[in-house]
């Protein structure tokens, strides 16, 4: 079955230090990865995505993403985090390539702590 | 990318009613997805809406449960139909236009007493 995992509820991180939220996938193919942020009370904003190429992809806000390919991987990661960072985050694929229907991870908690 | 408007934003609904949630995207978008988030939990697929012909709808979703409705390339609707507390959920549109990620509206927060 396809299925995208997020391991751990919830990340809590100092603000200034890095962070990563971690995601791993199953499906078949090719697939597009993706990762959103959802804020308080808000719909989910793209945050950045991989669909080929440099396994390293920056987004907005200065997250960028790590693709791994033999280990299924495509984590979240930001060199300094910022208390406004706070939000929860959630990992998609798209399962059979190309911008179509998502598959979501369970989405983490991102807490920063001044 | 284009923006999402959702009515309502959210609605407390008797059980054994309908409600209709409308997703009206400001320009053409290529596909369009209605999507469940329940409570402390991830965003599940209802269905693809498809222009002028019946909804794709994923397992353990029906259309008599969840007709949904896209009568052009910029507007469709879900009604969630017959409801139950368990149907207490943020319903979310999305849409997506040619070759960009899916983009999404604010989401419709429905709860049913």
């Known amino acids: 079955a396809q299925s995208v995992a997020q391991p751990e509820d ?5 603000e ?3 962070l990563t939220v971690k995601c791993t996938y199953s499906v078949s193919g090719n697939p597009y990865l993706f990762w959103y942020v959802q804020y308080p009370n808000r ?3 793209f945050l950045l995505k991989y669909i080929t190429g440099d396994n390293l992809v920056k ?5 960028e993403a790590e693709f791994n390919k033999s280990q299924t991987s495509f984590h979240l990661k930001k060199p300094s985090a ?3 960072d706070s939000a929860l985050y959630f990992c998609a694929v798209s399962p059979f390539g190309g911008y179509n229907k998502l598959i979501f991870g369970a989405g983490t908690r991102l807490a920063v702590h001044p | 990318s284009a923006v999402i408007s959702q009515k309502p ?9 309908s409600l209709t949630i409308q997703c009206q995207v400001d320009s053409q978008v290529t596909m369009m997805f209605w999507y469940r988030q329940q409570p402390g939990q991830s965003l599940t697929l209802i269905a693809t809406a498809n222009q002028g012909s019946e909804a794709t709808y994923e397992s353990g979703f029906v259309i008599d449960k969840f007709p949904i409705s ?6 469709s609707t879900l009604t969630v ?3 139950s507390p368990e149907d207490s959920s943020i319903y979310l549109c999305s849409a997506t236009e040619e070759n960009t990620e899916a983009f999404f509206g604010q989401g419709t927060r429905l709860t049913v007493v």
Do not use: E, H, K
């Not at chain 1, 919830?10 to 100092?14: D, H, I, L």
């Not at chain 1, 987004?59 to 997250?63: A, K, L, Q």
């Not at chain 2, 934003?9 to 009613?17: A, L, M, P, V």
């Not at chain 2, 896209?70 to 507007?75: D, E, I, Q, S, V």
């Open chain 2, 9 to 17: 934003s959210r609605d407390i609904c008797q059980r054994g009613t």
């Open chain 2, 70 to 75: 896209r009568p052009n390339l910029t507007f």
């Open chain 1, 82 to 84: 910022l208390v406004s």
């Open chain 1, 16 to 18: 200034g230090n890095p």
């Open chain 1, 59 to 63: 987004g907005s806000y200065g997250f």
């Open chain 1, 43 to 45: 719909g989910l904003q």
């Open chain 2, 81 to 83: 139909s017959n409801m």
């Open chain 1, 10 to 14: 919830q990340v809590n991180v100092a």
